[in-house]
């Protein structure tokens, strides 16, 4: 048998969320038409933890504040419509320099700029711009994703008479069933909160997405329908994406560029190519795999834990 | 450098507006999915209420006076107490939701996410309140003839801004000390208890306690309360009455909004403003 010639096939087109939504994005600050998505010049951040003290409101001399170095100078770009990957162990600092670009900590030093937008001195510019999905889905449990999402659209500014529509449309999109959207969110799986998680960003029409290792605990099929969103949101709908991962593989299939963090310090940043040519050169490897790069290069798993890091527990 | 795009005084107005509605819109929906929880309150709430009252009715059956004087300081501070406690709450509930983080992310003037949790205080406090009232009715001959109501009404609603004010105050608690910042605030709801003259004359405390019953708001209201509604006193007359509470309030509503922004920005500091302690 003559072997079979494959014409090869178009791209898939189908919409995870089912719907072209068209994002209203006219309230939105304006921003420069060139330039990166986020600049961060030298961020710093150190955490002191207080050791418990023996005595109650006795503080003695040989019990000094322990600190921890979260980030250490921390110099990096993301560029538009870029999906940008964050690599790094428990407390390596990700989740500190994601919640550094989401103005919900302030840095100790350096500059972090989002579209031009300090995050300090345009502090509501940046939240206007950004929305962020965590790995926890961070819901009032008892409310129903409609009293969910309803509650984030109006603190977003939207209004009128089509946000239940709306809603309805893009979590039936996301797969789930009508009579759930009205029901308890601690009723659905985490799969699920993840999906309305999802929805509940999209609908405040991110320009830039920040994405704190979203797919963590999904089922095989949550966590590829969660990778084509972040796909069609960049493609579609014009965001930049930065996400943080713990999966080698998921971040090799989403990212761009790909940041490597251990210890609060930045290791390496390149496309997955240049990374691995990076280890090639270096320690002569054939070829290695994304967790080889990792392990190389931080001489860690990807599962080992740091140091306590209080913004990593998150 | 992009700049913001300006929108109008009266588009940034409704914009303000509308998320000032979510925080009611939200904190109405959570009340429904927590009905059982509201019983509970309540009914713990009428049971208090209705002890003091039976303890004003073994001094006498005929002292009506007295059972209004009571009446007046169970639903005054019941109403107090809730807008104090709805304020005060408001990062702890969060903080145990496990949403602080994005609400506290979100494009909003904090004035803006004050007033809407504001609102949302005073109609449950008094909703809840009417309903406290209802009970003790069913049980106790409380007449209002000849009460000054508009005067009463004008003394809570103005009587409110001052509790809003320590409820924002005491909000900055569980913003600190995330695992014992909520029970802290029942330190300062109980003194205020205490010291304003709740079920007694302020003159039967000892003098440093009638001392921290001047700057108790909760101790003008009283005053004006029972003013309007035992003695029928004109709402022109209550004014002097009402002025402490207008001063209490304008000072502790623009400082507890100060203190709560720069201990926001503390909290963004020191790594605090997460959704676990």
Known sequence: MSPQVLEPQAPETTSVIGIDLSIDRSMLPTIAEHGPAVVIRHASKVFSKKKRRTLPFRRTPEE??????????????????????ILGANGSGKSTLIRLISTLLI??????????????????????????VSVEASFFKKLSPMENLLYAMRLYGRTGEDLRSEITTILGGLGIKADRINAPLEQMSRGMQQKVAIARAFLTSPVLLLLDEPTTGLDPRSKKD???????????????IVICSHD???AEALCDRIAIMDDGQLIAIGTVEELKQLVRER????????????IALTGRNLTDDHEDNPAEAA | MSQARSLSPVATLGREARASYAFVERNWNLTKRYWGWEIAFLIYSAASSMSIMFIGKAQGDQDTQLLLFLAIGTLVWSYLNSVFMNMAEMIAWERWEGTIEYTMMAPINRLTHMVGQSIFAIIYGIIRSALLLGVLAMFFDINLRGANLVGALLTIVIGSLSFIGFGIIGAVLPLLFPEKGEQMTFIISSILLLVSGVYYPIDVLPGWMQALSTISPATYVLDAMRAAILDGTGTIDLLPKMLPLLVIGLITVPLGMAVFGYFERYAKRTGRLKRSG
């Not at chain 1, 350096?110 to 031009?116: A, D, K, L, M, S």
């Not at chain 1, 084509?228 to 965001?239: G, I, M, P």
């Open chain 1, 107 to 132: 840095p100790d030093s350096g500059e972090i700029t989002v579209f031009g937008y300090d995050v300090q001195a345009n502090e509501m510019q940046v939240k206007r711009l950004i929305n962020r």
């Open chain 1, 64 to 85: 000094p504040q322990k600190a921890v170095r979260a980030l250490d100078d921390i110099s990096l770009e993301v560029q538009r419509n870029e999906i940008f990957g």
């Open chain 1, 283 to 294: 320690d002569g490897l054939a070829s290695p795999s994304l967790e080889d790069v990792f």
């Open chain 1, 248 to 250: 080698m593989d998921e």
């Open chain 1, 226 to 240: 969660v990778q084509k969103f972040v796909h069609e949101l960049r493609d579609r709908h014009d965001a930049t």
